[in-house]
Nanobody, 115 residues
Framework: QVQLVESGGGLVQPGGSLRLSCAAS????????MGWYRQPSGKQRELVAT???????KYADSVKGRFTISRDNAKNTVYLQMNSLKSEDTAAYYC?????????WGQGTQVTVSS
């Protein structure tokens, strides 16, 4: 059973940076495509960034140039480096592992951007 655990969220001022981590246990992360999603309070969950097993990346237009997704298969961890944070980036952030019809989600970590 694969489990995903996100960490690294918190309170940051506008313009600041955070790095989120998603650590996997129970299986090798390298066999999955991975994604970061976010869900602002009262709104639908939305895609932030994805990274394939071959390290191809895609980003939502709203985070391009500010966020970077990466993976370290040796550490079984996926990262989301978030720079130049804005108030509209405030949300619960979730990582997802997927392969074929299988989807696995973490429990989420809260990011709040506020002065």
């Amino acid at each position: 059973q694969v489990q995903l655990v996100e960490s690294g969220g918190g309170l940051v001022q506008p313009g600041g940076s955070l790095r989120l981590s998603c650590a996997a246990s129970g299986s090798m992360l390298s066999i999955f495509d991975m994604g970061w999603y976010r869900q602002p309070s009262g709104k639908q969950r939305e895609l932030v960034a994805t990274i394939s097993r071959g390290d191809s990346t895609k980003y939502a237009d709203s985070v391009k140039g500010r966020f970077t997704i990466s993976r370290d298969n040796a550490k079984n961890t996926v990262y989301l480096q978030m720079n130049s944070l804005k108030s509209e980036d405030t949300a619960a952030y979730y990582c997802k592992a997927y392969r074929g019809g299988l989807e696995l989600w973490g429990q989420g970590t809260q990011v709040t951007v506020s002065s």
